[in-house]
């Protein structure tokens, strides 16, 4: 099984990415390819720049890594109450290849943030989305409070609770894949 694990950040130090990773690591047996979204950087969307440029070899290289994916796990990070701008011009172009984006990837969707909220409204938003964009929507699942949920140095959930929720998503994952 191929997993393709995404933090939507392009922070260097991404929770997002951590728990993604993570999260990916939970499932039986996978090759985890983890990305890092600041390695597909590319100039802000518009139509004006797409008839200029065409089709940047960025998006179409994160279009063919989510295609080589047998599954996604993505982390969505929070801005301002909505997706990172570095995610949403990489799906901006993104979409132009394929509005279904996702390519019907069975997926687990994610958020944490640092504070309390853990990132819920740009879950909520994924999920609403997610099967017009081409997802295989499995299960979704907020983490409030990273730090203190989340030992950086050992890599590991310290809320038993939690750890268990994410896990039962992962398993549906894991599930799904093998039906």
């Known amino acids: 099984m191929n997993i393709l694990a995404i933090g939507t950040s392009n922070s260097a130090h991404s929770i997002n990415r951590a728990l993604a990773a993570y999260a990916a690591k939970m499932l039986d047996a996978?090759?985890?390819?983890v990305l890092n979204i600041h390695d597909y950087e590319m100039p802000l969307f518009?139509?004006?720049?797409e008839q200029e440029l065409g089709s940047p070899p960025k998006a179409q290289?994160?279009?063919?890594?989510?295609a080589d994916a047998d599954?996604?796990?993505i982390a969505f990070a929070e801005h301002?109450?909505?997706?990172?701008?570095?995610?949403?011009?990489?799906?901006?172009?993104?979409?132009?290849i394929d509005t279904k984006v996702f390519q019907n990837k069975p997926s687990v969707f994610l958020s944490t943030s640092p504070g309390?909220?853990?990132?819920?409204?740009?879950?909520?938003?994924?999920?609403?989305?997610?099967t017009h964009f081409g997802a295989d929507l499995v299960a979704s699942y907020s983490i409030p409070s990273f730090h203190k949920n989340f030992d950086s140095e050992k890599l590991e959930l310290?809320?038993?609770?939690?750890?268990?929720?994410?896990?039962?998503?992962?398993?549906?994952?894991?599930?799904?894949?093998q039906a």
């Open 158 to 177: 310290l809320n038993v609770e939690v750890k268990l929720e994410l896990e039962m998503a992962m398993e549906k994952l894991q599930q799904k894949f």
């Open 116 to 130: 309390p909220g853990g990132a819920a409204n740009v879950l909520a938003a994924a999920v609403k989305s997610a």
């Open 46 to 49: 518009s139509v004006e720049r």
């Open 80 to 96: 301002n109450g909505s997706y990172s701008a570095a995610w949403k011009n990489l799906f901006d172009w993104t979409s132009r």
């Open 30 to 33: 996978g090759n985890v390819e």
């Open 61 to 66: 290289a994160f279009y063919r890594k989510i």
């Open 71 to 73: 599954v996604m796990v």
